[in-house]
């Protein structure tokens, strides 16, 4: 077979991964065929098929895709994990951990931390997914020793792995929850890392810039000549105190040109042929140069000075005390300067070195474009003319300067080499041409305005020319991106420790710790369906069915379409007694989804609550098929077979529970109600034992250890279990009940009647509790308060009247050993 090309493989897998990040999974499916059958022998290819059969819910063709490199030594890391996920749903837990273990070498040391953004993704699972993964198979086949070990691996690797720590609390291993929230290895690799380039991006902003934009007028060597390679690079010449830039380097580069070419090598494009006006808001690095080195004429020409306007007709001057002359403007076609131009310019250069004299006519007048007569200029002194007739760089008229460096070079001058590369508009009227032609056109009088805009204000928009833009922001970048960071990593290990120590806390069934754990986090946090739902069940596991009913109706207000835990809403509301609220809820369940087991508990509770338990525990089954490690569902089945007094049944169910999960204490406490039917009080004190140390705060469950001791004629022992229970939930009625009797065949009449008065406040409609008020009465010899509550128990509880009425015929002979076999029980 030849081999594939490399280019179609590329574009297949592309297409394919494309189809299922968009959830296009049939679409995906079809083209991993396609790829598959182009080249069948690329475990990656091969990954790919199995991956999109799981992610269709296929599991037996998943599991047969891959079986073949899964279970090669050293097999494809993909491969060996969708096998092992099909595993899982199949069944065959052993073989899916053996399938990982093959491919170990292959995935020990991978780790996607940090890895997957809105742009990238990591295709392979890295070893905390896969040690997660591994300890769910080994968990599902009840080997809690290699499951915990598994576990513990993967939330070294991720404390962020959710399921290994649920995992962890669900096997009742005591976690040290402040241990597991603690940065990895991963993690202080990523975050030394960007330490590291925070200090050297630190060091290149404090260290001697090398860039040729980034050397400062304040810091030149003088004794250095500029470098050539360096436009920007200047020497200090003192005139007069004053420091000028030398701009020679310009008029060598410029040499024997007929046209001006960009300087190759820099960011910034320094030649800008528009003319920028008086009222541009740009800052021009010239004029930051010139205002650094203290020119005196820089606030007026806002840095080097553009050249000389040639000489237009004369025009009365407006308004001016001086007389200034001006040429008249040329007529530029192109941007690049005729050598033609040069030759006629020479001849005025003779002229050109003596100052300007005030008393010129007014049609050697200067102005601007506008035809405006510009502003006078300072009057030069005679020292200043001096130094100027003897010093090429002493007080010269601007627009003799500016000439001279066209005329010297027959090239543009220094101003428009140094423009900007942001591009200004030029002034005036619409219309006006901007053609890179008419830079001469620019005359002293537009450049006056720019101080308007204030050097000042610019230089602090502009980044300074001893370090670029892009050193000069990166280190407070580095900076604050790095404590982000680790900001954010705080913030979460204090939300996951918390929530953490909730679950754990509702595992070992501390519901009341787990509660206000819960309540402890943010508003937003709170309320959403996984801690609602949490907290409801912390209710529930108490025996506070209506706090649990609230909370799970508030749960269902924000979020209607949940489903999970509603399976204990509805036991909520079956001990409520509350037919029409559970037939509601069964019905909307059903809605939003009939193929959920939660759904069918509900519809299950609903026909028991109406005592039609035949219908009801087919709804059960049903739920047990559609998930067969659902526990609960086994013990409400097993409840409904003791309603029919079918125990055989209900043992059977009952164990099923339990091998699904061994700490499912509702499956030991249904074991044991079997065991006491039968009359086998000893297996169901043990059961109730097993339960009660699964669920140690369950009132329920002691209060039923305390039966069996009852029935086992050892009162002492149930009086402990019964005080006990009423420590653990003060309003259970059940357990001060049987506590009031137990103290009562005891001959402990005063401690039981204590006992009945709490238990009055607390069932004021238990026909039990009055009448065993009236017994109580008797021991004590009080006729009258046994008569009366006698009567009140009889209204409460019609069936009861009859066995009243012998206990008021007895009343006067009645002794008081008569009173072990009252019928006190609840």
């Not at 059958?37 to 891959?66: E, F, T, W």
């Amino acid at each position: 077979m030849a081999p594939a090309n490399s280019h179609v493989v590329r574009q297949l897998q592309q297409l394919i991964y494309y189809h299922l990040d968009n959830h296009l999974l049939r679409n995906a499916l079809f083209i991993a065929g396609r790829l598959q059958a182009y080249d069948p022998r690329n475990a990656d290819n091969v990954y790919l098929i199995a991956l999109c059969h799981y992610r269709l819910g296929q599991l037996k063709s998943a599991y047969d895709s891959s079986r073949h490199q899964a279970l090669k030594p050293g097999a494809h890391v993909g491969c060996s994990y969708v096998f092992a996920l099909a595993c899982l749903g199949l069944g065959k837990y052993v073989e899916g951990s053996n399938a990982l273990d093959k491919s170990r070498g292959n995935w020990i040391r991978l780790n996607a931390w940090n890895k997957h953004t809105e742009s990238r993704r990591q295709y392979l699972p890295d070893a905390a997914a896969i040690h997660c993964l591994q300890g769910k198979l080994w968990q599902t086949y009840r080997d809690s020793n290699k499951a915990i070990e598994c576990y513990a691996e993967a939330l070294k690797l991720n404390p962020f792995m959710w399921d290994a720590l649920i995992g962890l609390c669900d096997l009742g291993v005591n976690v040290r929850i402040p241990n597991i929230f603690q940065l990895t290895a991963e993690m202080k690799r990523a975050l030394s890392t960007s330490n590291a380039d925070e200090s050297t991006l630190e060091t290149l902003e404090e260290s001697p810039a090398t860039n040729p934009f980034s050397q400062s007028s304040n810091n030149v060597n003088t004794s250095q000549p500029p470098s050539n390679s360096d436009p920007f690079t200047i020497s200090k010449n003192r005139v007069n105190g004053d420091v000028r830039p030398n701009f020679g380097i310009f008029d060598k580069l410029n040499i024997g040109k007929a046209s001006v070419t960009p300087i190759s090598g820099g960011d910034l494009d320094i030649l800008s042929f528009d003319t920028p006006n008086g009222n541009d808001a740009s800052f021009s690095r010239d004029a930051y140069l010139s205002k650094e080195m203290g020119d005196p004429m820089a606030t007026a020409t806002n840095g080097i000075e553009p050249p000389l306007a040639p000489a237009r007709k004369g025009r009365a001057g407006q308004g001016l005390g001086t007389e200034i002359s001006v040429d008249g403007p040329p007529k530029m076609k192109s941007n690049t300067i005729n050598p033609r131009s040069r030759n006629k310019a020479e001849p005025e250069e003779a002229s050109i070195g003596r100052p300007p004299s005030r008393t010129q006519g007014a049609g050697e007048r200067k102005r601007t474009i506008s035809g405006q007569a510009a502003p006078s200029l300072a009057v030069p002194t005679t020292a200043n003319l001096a130094a100027a007739a003897t010093d090429p760089n002493g007080l010269q008229r601007r627009s003799t300067r500016l000439l001279r460096s066209i005329t010297r070079s027959g090239a543009v001058g220094p101003r428009e080499e140094l423009e900007p590369k942001k591009k200004a508009k030029a002034t005036g009227t619409k219309g006006r041409s901007t053609n890179p032609g008419n830079v001469g056109r620019v005359v002293s009088g537009n450049r006056i305005h720019s101080d308007s805009v204030g050097v000042e204000a610019k230089e602090q928009r502009r980044p300074s020319a001893s370090q670029p833009p892009s050193l000069e922001q990166k280190p407070k970048s580095a900076s604050s991106e790095g404590l982000k960071e680790k900001e954010a990593l705080t913030w979460l290990f204090d939300l996951f420790s918390k929530l953490a120590c909730a679950y754990f806390a509702q595992c070992h069934f501390r519901s009341q710790e787990a509660i206000q754990l819960y309540n402890s986090i943010s508003h937003s946090q709170r309320d959403t369906p996984y801690i609602l739902s949490q907290i409801a069940r912390g209710f529930f596991e108490q025996g506070m069915y209506s706090d649990a009913e609230k909370m799970y109706g508030r749960l269902r207000s924000i979020f209607p379409s949940q489903v999970e835990g509603m399976e204990r809403y509805s036991t909520s509301l079956w001990h409520q007694k509350k037919e029409t609220d559970l037939a509601f809820l069964a019905h909307e369940l059903i809605d939003v989804d009939r193929d959920s087991p939660e759904a069918w508990c509900a519809v299950g509770n609903s026909f028991s609550v109406q005592k039609d338990h035949d219908q009801a525990i087919k709804c059960f089954k049903r739920a047990v098929q559609l998930d067969p490690r659902f526990a609960y569902a086994y013990t409400l089945q097993g409840h409904e077979y003791i309603a029919n007094e079918e125990n055989d049944k209900a043992l059977a169910v009952f164990r099923s529970a339990v091998a699904v999960d061994r700490r499912h204490y509702n499956g030991w406490y249904g074991l044991g109600q079997v065991f006491e039917k039968q009359g086998k009080y000893d297996f169901a004190e043990q059961h109730y034992r097993t339960a009660a140390g699964v669920n140690p705060s369950n009132s329920l469950l002691i209060t039923s250890i305390g039966t069996v001791l009852e029935k086992l004629k050892n009162p002492k022992a149930a009086l402990v279990q019964y005080t006990k229970a009423c420590d653990l939930m003060p309003p259970s009625a059940i357990a001060r009940l049987k506590r009031a009797r137990v103290l009562a065949q005891l001959h402990k009449p005063q401690a039981a009647l204590e006992e009945l008065k709490l238990l009055k406040a607390i069932a004021p409609d238990e026909a039990n509790v009055f009448f065993l008020l009236g017994s109580v009465h008797k021991m004590l010899k009080q006729k009258s308060e046994a008569i009366r509550n006698w009567t009140i128990a009889g209204n409460l509880d019609p069936k009861a009247q009859s066995q009243i009425k012998e206990e008021m015929e007895r009343l006067d002979d009645m002794s008081d050993e008569d009173y072990d076999t009252l019928p006190m029980g609840a």
